[in-house]
């Protein structure tokens, strides 16, 4: 690895100026599960950072927080081992604990934040989808203070975010998901664990009675970023939520996605997947908001 | 780029040790502090051989930065012996036959160890699971499910 | 756990009064391994010491332009870059992969290694190497192996001359009538013939004819401890190298060769191997050691994982038609077959042990099998467990399933009426020894999970496949030394490279000839300068003859003894037995010497007897083939293609297991592989021939979340010339993985693969699914 500053800030304003100072040249670290292999591999997709800004002695990015009022706080720095363990996690936002608790192995959910997927902005990032199920906002800090941005708002493209060379995203805002909610996350690989998703597809049902009150649909490794299935979302609306509507639904999400052929799968695959696991994934929501009910 | 100086505690022995930044945490054990037991097979995180225990909790060694292991508490495959015997975990390995070449082993009796803390009586399932990043090449792991299931048996008995 | 291992379980003296073979015995080197002590070639390191970082070549093939060094030899710390023209005097030979360090006109594989930088930070080389400013002029690039062997193909390269096979030849032991490339130039760098009676008769007589293409991806072996090797080259002319080898002994010579250096004045040390798998022969040798002669100092060079994706040798992609007929009774009457191995730029496919196994599994009147070596742009391949061999067991054991299948026969029933047995032909006129290809598909029958076939062919998605596999097995001569300690403990020295705890089984056999305990005994691998010559560790030849070569200096140890002991016991020597660490009369224990007053006797100041040395010495003339047969209980989603393995069972054939424990390890991390070839493996190049998997996440090796217990069955039909009646282990158990997998898909879901890895995606466009 060619070498490079290293700075250990403790504070985000510490952070943030340091960023700001090396104007564009230095990059934030946080679990190094992205940053580090592409820096050894030479194949980040920003010039190689002249300086890290290691985020791991931050200890106001860290912690996962909930409350019945203000929803669900994920700080950038939590790993995906403490979200997908979180006990409000697993019962409130199973998606999340789902996607969270997928990312390659042990020491890889050791290691890795869920800042670092959001940031590190790849098609396939696991805790996306989720976090697009749940309305999840990106609590952004820069020079200039703190910005929130809705986060589908946050990707523009494969490793492209919103934000600015000398910000940081701060934290994770999920609001409490409505009473009678049911979400799921699965993904597709060929390895059964250490694999990146072919497809990824998370849902969230609210039911009142067997009425969809409320219905969203995300999906990862299917477009040049995780994006929401509009077409697919409206399909379910206000509609019973039976087999048939869950039929039709996973056929518009696979309208909605945009896949590519590359060297985990043909498009052509992706977007049968995302039909076959999306209709799948809402029975399964459904059975869980049932369950919650 | 100047070495800075970090402190670690290495399997339970401070050390002081001045490294590069661009060091990752399995180099500096094995270059500078010559404990050449954990090894890497990929430098990509994708193998396991080079776990490690931080603060508990294990990781990919090769992904770590020297300096973020700065203050904290790191065990290798070095530190599992006590007063000169093995871990039963490592004799679990021996007694099976769970292993081979032994390049992944290190690694993966850290894993192994650190799964058995987590989980005093692991199911076959989790064991298959908890191991899921530490590839071998040699054994087809039938063997090391073995010596994590016995190994899980003699530390519950006290052994 | 569900997994049962069905083996003899013995403590004390098993039923042919063994007390020391057939044993479950521990590693030798189990302490070293699991505290981390073992140390391999990246735990070494030398005074003064350069780590090497290497240019590959960026495309599949290309002119070299130029190669400007000045950039990356300004980096302060870089000691040295070197490429062609730098290099030492050395006999370079340009048709073998391993006698070419760098090219210095043509690329002819993505990743071929065309300069290194020496410094002794390994970041600065690595740093340095993206500094050579190298020009290269594309040219075009030859990549599939089947459309190569066209007329108008382009030249993947110039002709070959003089290629060495005597690699290939360390694994498998196969006379034929193989001819080099020769006449017009083209890309078919040998081919053979193998033929007897009449296919067209044969076919006529058949109440069903199959032909079918089958296909397997190029795969790589994948050990977990990449290629490394330290050199260093004295003032006095002596080389020394440290590697990671199955191999030190031929090193030497190809070494010695290459350089002009009298054998005696090279010391290869195999340290200790992170896996081989027939991958870690010979590669880095020849380059490492022409760095250490040219810069006078240790040279240290450690691919890193995509090094090793991009420039070791992996096993080749196999393309074979096949074509069958059967009679309705289930009788094989024809087999004709064209297989075709992809070698990459250099030959060394293991084309012929593919075609001897295609015919060779099951009795047929009627064969014409050809096979070819192609040469493309790509890397060149070399040796992964019983090369060539699941390629083309892949295609024969998919076929005779159909047949059943198309029949309405027990695929179990139909396979042991035409499994060969002794004095049965191989492809190539030659006849079988005693092997156990039927006992196999006995014991197999009786595993758990073929048992369960039924059960589980009821389930919806669910199946269960089977397959055989084989290995004819390697031969070089081989030998031993063992030495009496003063304390009476004995010392065995071999000079091949432990991998498999052959060491274990050597201190069982020494052990068990000397009747002592196993903590009497210490083997060691030696040097080549110190140790008694072996044949390389492959081929799965290792105890079947540094065994016997063991075993032989064991028995010379105790005849010098007994020798020794006739004045003193007064007796003669068929009079006289080893038990309890002594040697004493037969029928009268109390008359006797014991090993510590031989081991003074014979090593005192003023001693009577010489020292006592048993050499062991051995030419190994016939082969003892393993055959194993497997099933697989796999269940397919299939909406998406994805397939979930439920269990995996195999029976093999080890003759006489020395060391059930090491067997058994022996067949589940070949079953393993056999399993990740299937499913998984698969070395993808792009349209230009760039790799686009280096590395461990998208080359993906199965993980345990992927692999169930194997359940595992050692059986045993004794070999003739192998230490009490071992043969051959290490290989058969990766060869039928491919077939049954798919076989058990088959029967799960009813869709046939003839491609492997059988992906999720291939399987539901095979479905019709997409
Ligand atoms: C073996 C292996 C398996 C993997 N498997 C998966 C998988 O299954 N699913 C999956 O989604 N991913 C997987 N990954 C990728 C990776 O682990 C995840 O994307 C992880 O969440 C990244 O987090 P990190 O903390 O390691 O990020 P880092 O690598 O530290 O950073 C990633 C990027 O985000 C930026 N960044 C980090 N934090 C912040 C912040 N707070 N503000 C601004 N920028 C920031 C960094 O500058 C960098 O560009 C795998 C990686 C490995 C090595
Ligand atoms: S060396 Fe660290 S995971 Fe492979
Ligand atoms: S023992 Fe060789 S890789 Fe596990």
Known sequence: MRTFEYKAPETIDEAVSLLKEAGGSARPLAGGTDLVVQMKERATRFPYPATIVSLDRVSELRGVDFSETDGLRIGAGATMTDVATHPAVRERYAALAEGAGVVGSLQTMNMATIGGNVCNAAPSADTVPPLLVYDAKAVIVGPNGRRTLPIAEFFRGPGETALESDELLAELRLPVPATGTGAAYQRNTPRKQMDIAVVGVAVALTLSGDAIEHARVALGAVAPTPLRAMSAEAALQGQPASEETFAKAAEAAAQDSTPITDIRASADYRRHLVKVMTARLLAEAANRAKGTA | MPRQLISLTINGREREVAVEPHWTLLETVREALDLTGSKEGCGTGDCGACTMSVDGRIVTSCLMLAPQVNGRQVTTIEGLQSNGSLDPVQQAFIDTGGLQCGYCIPGMIVAARNLIDDNPSPTLDQIREGLAGNLCRCTGYTKIYEAVELAAERIRGGA | MAQETKVRESTGTDANGHTAVGQRVTRLDGAAKVTGKTVYADDMKMPGMLHTSVLYAPHAHARIKSLDTAKARAVPGVHAV???????????????????????????????????????????????????????????????????????????????????????????????????????????????????????????????????????AMVHQSYIEPHATIADYDISGELSVWTSTQAPF????????????????????????????????????????????????????????????????????????????????????????????????????????????????????????????????????????????????????????????????????????????????????????????????????????????????????????????????????????????????????????????????????????????????????????????????????????????????????????????????????????????????????????????????????????????????????????????????????????????????????????????????????????????????????????????????????????????IETIIVEVPSEEGPFGARIVGEPSIVAGPAAIGNAIDSAVGARQHEVPITPERLLRSMGKL
């Not at chain 3, 005097?89 to 391993?98: I, P």
């Not at chain 3, 289930?330 to 992809?342: K, M, V």
């Not at chain 3, 010392?491 to 056999?509: E, L, P, R």
């Not at chain 3, 063991?550 to 003669?572: I, S, T």
């Open chain 3, 82 to 216: 070197i490429t062609a023209a730098d290099l030492p005097d050395y006999n370079r030979k340009d048709s073998n992969r391993t006698g070419l360090i760098f090219p210095d006109k043509e690329v002819l594989f993505f990743g071929q290694p065309v300069a290194a930088v020496l410094s002794e930070d390994p970041h600065v080389a690595a740093e340095a190497v993206e500094l050579i400013e190298a020009e290269f002029e594309p040219l075009p690039a030859v990549l599939d192996a089947v459309a190569a062997m066209e007329k108008d193909s382009p030249l993947v390269r110039d002709p070959l001359h003089d290629v060495d096979r005597s690699e290939e030849r360390g694994h498998v032991s196969v006379e034929t009538k193989e001819t080099e490339q020769e006449g017009e130039p083209s890309n078919i760098a040998s081919s053979a013939p193998f033929e007897r009676g009449d296919v067209a008769a044969g076919f006529a007589e058949a109440d069903i004819v199959i032909e079918r293409t089958w296909r397997s």
């Open chain 3, 250 to 709: 031929y090193i030497r010579d190809e070494l010695a060769q290459a350089f002009g250096i009298p054998e005696n004045r090279i010391r290869i040390t195999a340290t200790e191997v992170g896996g081989g798998f027939g991958g870690k022969i010979y590669l880095t040798e020849l380059m490492v050691a022409a760095l250490a002669i040219a810069v006078k100092r240790p040279v240290k060079y450690i691919m890193s994982r995509k090094d090793d994706m991009l420039a070791a040798t992996p096993a080749p992609f196999a393309h074979i038609e096949l074509k069958t007929g059967m009679k309705r009774d289930g009788t094989l009457t024809a087999l004709q077959a064209r297989l075709i191995y992809d070698s990459g730029a250099f030959p060394g496919a293991p084309m012929l042990p593919g075609c001897m196994l295609i015919g060779g599994y099951y009795r047929c009147d009627n064969i014409d099998i050809k096979g070819y070596e192609v040469l493309t742009n790509k890397v060149s391949v070399g040796a992964l467990r019983a090369p060539g061999a699941h390629n083309a067991t892949f295609a024969i054991e998919s076929h005779m399933d159909i047949m059943a299948k198309e029949l309405g026969l027990d695929p179990l029933e139909m396979r042991l009426k035409n499994a060969v047995a002794e004095g049965d032909l191989m492809p190539n006129g030659q006849t079988y020894p005693a092997i156990g290809l039927r006992e196999c598909l006995e014991a197999i029958a009786d595993s758990d999970v073929w048992r369960r076939r039924r059960e589980v062919e009821a389930t919806p998605n669910r199946g269960i496949g089977l397959a055989v596999g084989g290995w004819l097995g390697g031969l070089q001569p081989a030998s031993a030394i063992v030495c009496l300690n003063p304390d009476g403990t004995l010392n065995v020295t071999v000079g091949s490279a432990d991998i498999t705890g052959t060491n274990t089984s050597f201190q069982q056999i020494t052990a068990e000839v000397l009747n002592v305990p196993l903590d009497m005994v210490n083997v060691e691998t030696g040097d080549t300068k110190t140790a008694p010559y072996a044949g390389m560790s492959a081929g799965s030849k290792t105890v079947y003859t540094v065994g016997r070569a063991v075993k032989a200096a064991a028995e010379d140890l105790k005849q010098q003894m007994f020798e020794l002991a006739m004045k003193r016991l007064e007796v003669e020597p068929e009079d006289m037995e080893v038990a309890n660490c002594q040697v004493q009369v037969k029928g009268a224990p109390d008359r006797a010497m014991t090993f510590k007053r031989f081991g003074k006797l014979s090593t005192n100041f003023g001693a009577p007897f010489p020292v006592i040395v048993g050499r062991g010495s051995i030419a190994a003339r016939k082969t003892a083939p393993g055959f194993t047969a497997q099933a697989a209980d796999v269940e397919v989603d299939p909406d998406t293609g994805d397939v979930t393995l439920h269990g995996y069972a195999i029976a093999q054939d080890a003759g006489f297991a020395i060391n059930p424990l090491s067997v058994e390890g022996q067949m589940q991390g070949g079953a393993s592989q056999g399993i990740g070839i299937a499913l998984w493996e698969e070395m993808r190049y792009d349209e230009d021939g760039r790799l686009l998997n280096p590395n461990l996440l998208d080359y993906r090796l199965p993980t345990s979340r992927d692999l169930p217990p």
